[in-house]
């Protein structure tokens, strides 16, 4: 079997970890990663000579979401994941729920809306159209749980349970096109629940919670599904070359617990994210009442009392 259609033949020996690791770049993701990189680092680098401060940490967590997809799109594991359904698995699980994890935290749209220009009145420019964007109906409906939770529920058993997949698999353009889905899916599903950058849709902090549950449990199901089924699923992986030294059914069961253990690991990074969030945001909204009590001598606590004083006297 040849996917002469990726660029490459199959003929590749048994996978290793150094193997896996060796620089074999897709140049979509390649491209698209630098760019990344380079339009971060000039929106920080912006801000830094108008004299104003970015967390350095939000910038690590970004460069580190960026790495995460060239590792796994412009390395060898790509072009193993194309003969190994569990090397798959692995570039769908980092791509789809670790990069944006990492992408969300470095607040890329908040930055962009920092660093670019104001346009003239009656003009639109860059950031004009972005602040369009996300008070658009569209984004109030990608960001909708409804919407988001389904999505990511059909990318695993709509894909890999139907012939879509091994059409995508077929042509270099099919497949981009899937990890890149992969990764948008990702980035909609999380940014509601624990993204830093402002959205149409941000619930409290339980119903977040609630939100980053509410798929994982079909995650998990898909990849015990995997892992205890008695032939091999998809059709692409169902002949894996001869020079892999592999067979089908251990690697779809290997696929399997890689699906599974990531509907774990995700979801207690996230969780953690949250709860951080969530403690901040309890403390910046302390503070300000704090301020505001210095300012109006704690009017609030004086009105507080003042009822209670209202009360006890009726009650005599």
């Not at 970890?17 to 929106?43: H, I, K, M, N, T």
């Not at 910038?59 to 569990?86: E, H, Q, R």
């Not at 660093?115 to 658009?136: D, N, T």
Request: charge should be positive; glycine fraction near 8%; aromatic fraction near 10%.
């Amino acid at each position: 079997m040849d996917h002469s259609g990726h660029g490459m033949t199959t003929d590749l020996p048994p996978f290793t970890l150094g193997r896996g690791l060796e620089f074999s770049p897709d140049l979509f993701f390649l491209v698209g990663c630098l760019a990344a990189l380079a339009l971060y680092g000039w929106a920080v680098a912006r801000l830094r000579r108008r004299g104003d401060a970015w967390p350095v940490a939000r910038t690590v967590l970004f460069t580190a979401g960026v790495l995460t997809i060239a590792l796994v799109m412009c390395t060898k594991l790509n072009d193993y994941g194309m003969v190994m359904f569990s090397v798959h698995m692995v570039q769908h699980m980092v791509i789809s729920m670790v990069s944006p994890i990492l992408l969300l935290l470095g607040a890329p749209v908040t930055l962009a809306l920092r660093a670019l220009p104001v346009a003239g009145r009656g003009s639109l420019g860059p950031r004009e159209l972005l602040l369009k964007l996300l008070h658009s109906r569209y984004t109030r409906i990608v960001t909708h749980p409804a919407f988001t939770i389904s999505m990511f529920i059909a990318s695993l058993y709509g894909l890999y349970f139907t012939s879509l997949f091994d059409t995508l698999m077929a042509s270099k353009p099919g497949h981009i096109a899937m990890m890149v889905h992969f990764l948008m899916v990702g980035l909609v599903f999380f940014w509601p629940i624990m993204g830093v950058d402002p959205g149409p849709h941000r619930p409290g902090y339980v119903m977040r919670m609630l939100e980053l549950f509410a798929g994982m449990p079909f995650h998990a199901f898909f990849g015990i599904a995997m892992m205890m089924a008695t032939q091999p699923m998809v059709e692409a992986y169902k002949n894996p070359p001869a020079s892999l030294g592999i067979d089908a059914l251990a690697d779809q069961n290997a696929a399997g617990g890689i699906a599974w253990a990531f509907s774990e690991i995700p979801s207690v990074l996230v969780l953690i994210a949250l709860v951080y969030q969530w403690y901040h945001s309890e403390q910046r909204q302390a503070a300000r009442k704090d301020r505001q009590a210095d300012r109006d001598g704690d009017k609030e606590l004086t009105e507080y009392n003042a009822y209670l004083a209202s009360l006890q006297a009726r009650g005599r």
